[in-house]
């Protein structure tokens, strides 16, 4: 018996195909069985994240979230599974990588891989038998299955926000959002859109699974000051010049907040990406569906409290807050100046790619 299993969340799903006990080798294990019961898992896992699995020209809306194990009964045979995460078509020829290496049987032969999101994988079974010369009878490779992962699940994402919680630190009082830019930025803002800065789509920086990335649009705000001044911080990595609102401007009871990412840059400094919606507006729907939605009164990355009759504000000290707003934005709403520090493009988090190596801020499941 050769057993392949697929990992998805927490249930294990076996996929089962026989080889015969007298060695003769079964090619349908290696083609059409093996396929059709891998079709069948993939259309039994279906989710609502809206991403895709596709195997030859079938299509299913799902993903696989999690990983793949494949083990052999104690007979004389071999299992070899070809996985390759692949940042090209699907229609390309890329190498393959062997990811259960031969060994002397009977025995057990097990293996366990973390899909990472967003990525595309084909997936390729052969099986040998020993023979009683001593020699292995190898079979062709199975039918290639192709398919795509999804973002991170809510359940990822909560994840990551335990991780994050852990190295918040302390609560600092502030009182405005601030926004760094060259000065042609506002200039463009004032002259072509109505002094109106709008929401444009978030890059790709962060976590590769994060689900706002190129979906979400909003404006990057920051918030964080310094803990001896209680000021915003004089330097920059995006530009000299300097947009502040007060905070209750953007964050009030009337709107709701939402975790969604977590990363590091191959530095010390971690980041907390959250998500500003003003409650009703497509913004927070896009969230709702998707983000794990926080208490504005009691969470450790920030928050907004009624304290003798006026909001108080507060963000955590020990990370670096990434505050999208998910709305327009009128200039005349707050201040724009020049700041007197240095602009420091190492802290830019334009693109940026995250440490996937780092234990602080990645979870099993991948980037």
Not at 34 to 48: P, Q, Y
Not at 211 to 219: A, N, Q
Not at 323 to 343: A, K, N, R
Request: net charge negative; hydrophobic share 35%.
């Amino acid at each position: 018996m050769t057993c392949l299993s697929v990992h998805h969340g927490q249930a294990w799903a076996p996929l089962q195909a026989c080889t015969s006990s007298s060695g003769e080798l079964l090619e349908g294990l290696a083609r059409s069985a093996l396929c059709n019961a891998l079709r069948l898992f993939l259309d039994g896992c279906c989710t609502s994240q809206g991403t895709r699995a596709r195997v030859s020209c079938c299509s299913w809306e799902g993903a696989l979230a999690g990983g793949i194990t494949s083990h052999t009964a104690s007979i004389p045979s071999l299992v070899y599974f070809c996985m390759c995460g692949m940042a090209l078509p699907l229609e390309q020829d890329v190498p393959t990588k062997l990811v259960a290496k031969a060994v002397p049987l009977p025995m057990t032969v097990r293996g366990h891989w973390f899909l990472s999101p967003r990525t595309e994988y084909s997936v390729a079974v052969q099986t040998a038998v020993k023979q009683s010369d001593g020699e292995y009878l190898v079979s062709g490779w199975s039918e290639t299955v192709e398919f795509c992962t999804g973002d991170y699940a809510k359940e990822h994402l909560a994840q990551l926000q335990e991780k994050a919680e852990l190295i918040a630190g302390r609560m600092l009082r502030f009182s405005v959002f601030y926004r760094n830019q060259h000065k042609e930025y506002f200039q463009h803002v004032r002259m072509h859109c109505g002094n109106m800065m709008k929401p444009y789509l978030k890059d790709n920086s962060g976590s590769h699974g994060s689900p706002t990335s190129g979906m979400l649009h909003g404006i990057f705000f920051s918030c964080n000051t310094e803990f001896n001044t209680g000021q915003p911080p004089q330097d920059s990595p995006y530009g000299r010049y300097r947009f502040q609102i007060p905070a209750q401007r953007l964050f009030s009871p009337n709107t709701n907040l939402y975790f969604a990412d977590f990363y590091c840059m191959y530095t010390a400094y971690h980041y907390v990406v959250l998500v500003l919606a003003p409650k009703g507006s497509p913004g927070d729907h896009f969230c709702r569906e998707r983000l794990p939605q926080l208490d504005i009164s009691c969470n450790k990355f920030l928050t907004c409290c009624m304290e003798d009759g006026e909001l108080v504000y507060h963000h955590a000290q020990d990370i670096i807050l990434e505050v999208i707003y998910t709305e327009p934005v009128d200039l005349s709403l707050g201040v724009l100046g020049e700041i007197s520090g240095h602009q420091l493009m190492s802290l830019s988090t334009a693109d940026a790619k995250k440490d996937p190596s780092c234990k602080t801020c990645n979870i099993s499941v991948g980037r």
